[in-house]
Structure formats: structure tokens, C-alpha cells
């Protein structure tokens, strides 16, 4: 143990922490990531000391070169992260003590750690969830690219894994953008909860000092203050949205990803992801593995962990400040990295996958899955739906016992109209209701959406 006791909150200790506890204990290995938003809220809460006359503009401007010195000196790795002084906070604190002497002994008034890092975590958040969404917005670019490229291919639809209905291949694709913009809808939702500033709420309780709290979370960007200063402290909802958000747009990334593992494979052969997209195996020298999906596919279950991991520490929690809260962290930029990462390699593969038309079309063209249109046939012409759902059902009984084709039984025994009701063109181009995927609604949401994403 040192004889010498902290020198940021040391006061009231005779020696200072072992060794072995300042190594369990420190967080600036990792929370030194927020080191660009710490430095903006101690300028700003400099500016703000300044404004009630804590500070003289003399010492605002020596803090603001200080600390501007400082992160251009993390910034080009000059900076010594000291393990001793635990924190993003504490580090650059000392340091600019080190730098500039007695005024930076004074920046520190009226604030806590415990509303400085919310206010860090808070502008961190805030803009990684632009980062997101505007990754977000490539991939949405992507898959409508895509779409538009193979508007005239068409692929079985699924229910079950089973095929259904046959669909444009452009129309399964904009169901993944319909999601992934819902999914900036909640991520621009959180930032706009995450983006109050807690900074003036202390430790718990606030402060004796007349802190200017609006002035300085105006300086942040800021869209208002926090009105209860043991909330402000305490709270992290804005994390738990941030994870959930994450953790939903993992889903909807997964099973993107699923579907294009699935066409990629042999047994249904719809697509080729270029060789730069793919990898091989060690072994096996004929493989080309989707990995990129498959990892897609796999991270997603870190979103989720995180999001557990996020809510379990909150569970329970007594009010206010707990140093539980520093665990909020690792998981939250683990989360936004892999999502950003994710999001960004998904769109670069869909920039880069061969549509396989020949295998699309045989697919497609299977005209079981037209049996619904037939009964949507008997009963324009006049036959109740569940009598035309049986005698469809019995025709289809009647192909797998005799391998004659649907759309030769169904003219035989109604007329060749009823045969003609099996061209999948014909099929796609009926589908006219609002959200189906008649060619002409297709296209009409690619323009829908080339719109939004280029405003
Ligand atoms: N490293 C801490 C955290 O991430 C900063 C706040 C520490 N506050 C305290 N009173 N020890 O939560």
C-alpha cells in the first residue's frame, strides 16, 4: 500500500488504495474512449463557473488551453493514461493541474464525477446514435440499390420455411428496410431522451453555488436540463433504450442475414456473395462459407447479452449513485461498436451479391404456390371461399397422386381462364392492394424510399 494517500478525493485517507484494489477499481481503460466529451463538458463548466463569478475569464481561457492541450495530446497518443488516477475524469484533471497550476484546481467546483460521467456517457450516446443511424440509412441505401437492380426478379415467398406465395425479390428486400426504419425511428427517439444534460446536479443533491445549469447545457448542445438531480445521477433508462434498440435492430440484422445464408446455399442457389465477401475453409477446398452473414447472424447475441447485462445492473439498485454504474460501459461501447461494425459490413455485402435469375425463376415458377389465386378465381366466380379452398385442396391432392400439373388439372376441370390464373407475372401484377407486391407498388416504394434516405 502507498503511504501517500489519492490526490483527488485523498483528503480524508491516511494511505492510498493497494495495488490490487486501484486494478479492480479503474475504468480508464476503458472509459478513456469519452475523453473528447469530457473535455467539451469541463470547457462548458468552466464557461458556466465563469458566468455566476466562480471563475475569472483570465482562468476559463488558461482551462480552456489546458484542456484543448490536452486532447491534442490524446488524440495524437502522446497522452500518459495514469492507472492511478482511476478515471477519464481524474486523469485529465491532474493533468491539466500539472499544466496550468491553480486555476485548474478550481474546475472541479460544483460538480461531481457522478454528473460529469452522466453527462459524458449522455453527448457519447447521443452521438454514436448519429454514427448509427446514419449506418443505418447505407444499409437502407443498399438494399433499396438492390432492389431497384433486380425490380423483374421474382422468388419464392415463405411461410414455415415452406414456400408460399411468390413475391419480387425487391419486395422481401424492402421488408428489411421497412424494419431498419423503424429501427432509426427508436434510436432517434432514445437520443432525444439521452440529450439532457445532468451536468449541475452534484453528487446527488445539487450545489450551494449558483450554477447556471441552462447556460451550460446550452454550450453542450443540449436540448434541456435534467429537473431532479437524484435522477439525474442515478438514472441510465437511456442506456437500456440504446441496448434494446441495438439489440432489435440484431434481429432484424440476423435474419437478413439468415435469408441470405439460406439463398446462398446449394439448395436454393438464389444467390452468389462475391469470392472479396466470402472466406474458405481449411480444410475442405470446394467451400465458400457466407461469413460475414454468419457473423452478422452470431453478434447479434452480444446485443442482446449487453441489454441484460444493462437491465440486471439497474435491477434493485438503491438511489442514487452506486459504483455498480461504472459496469454501464464496456457493454454500452461493445454494443455500439459491433452494431456499427455490423451495419457497415452488411451494406458493403449487399453491394456485392450475384442474383442468380435462372435459379430465381425455376423457383418462382412452381405453380403450387399459385393455388391461392386459384381460389381467389372460383370465388370471383361466384363459389364460397371454403368450398373453393377444399376443391383447390383436392386438386392439389390430385397433382401429387397423378404428377399432372396444377394449372392442366385446374383448366381441365374449370376452364382454360382457371389455367391461365398460373402465370406468376400475371399473379404479381393482381396484388395491387396497398403493401402488396404488384411491380407497380414495388417500384413505387423504391422511389418512396429513395426519397426519404436522399432528404
Ligand atoms: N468511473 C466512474 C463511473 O464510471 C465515474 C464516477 C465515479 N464516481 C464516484 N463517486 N466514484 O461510474
Known sequence: MKKTSQSTWGG????GPAEAVKAYTESVSFDWRLFNHDIAGSIAHAKGLAKVGLLTRAEVKKIERGLRAIQHEIESGKFKWDFDCEDVHMNIEA??????GAAGKKLHTGRSRNDQIATDIRLWLVAKIRSTNFEIRNLQG????????????VIPGYTHLQRAQPVLLAHHLLAYVEMLGRDAERFADCAKRANICPLGSGAIAGSTLKLDRAYVAKLL?????TQNSMDAVGDRDFIVEFHATAALTGAHLSRLAEDLILWSSAEFGFITI?????????????????DIAELA????ARLYGNLVQALTLLKSLPLTYNRDLQEDKQPLFKSADVLLSTLHMVAEMMGHIHVNHVKCEAAASDPLMLATDLVDFLVMKGMPFREAHHA?????AEVEKTHISLPKLAAKKYGPAAGKVFDVRRALAARTAIGAPSPKNVAAQIKRWKKLLNG
Open 12 to 15: 480524508r485517507f491516511s494511505a
Open 221 to 225: 448542445g443540449f436540448a434541456g436540463v
Open 274 to 290: 462475391a469470392d472479396a465477401y466470402t472466406t474458405g475453409s481449411s480444410l475442405m477446398p470446394q467451400k465458400k462459407n457466407p
Open 392 to 396: 383447390v385442396g383436392a386438386l392439389v
Open 297 to 300: 447472424r452470431g453478434k447479434t
Open 95 to 100: 493533468a491539466l493541474i500539472r499544466k496550468i
Open 142 to 153: 443498399a438494399l433499396v440499390t438492390l432492389a431497384e437492380k433486380e425490380c423483374d426478379t
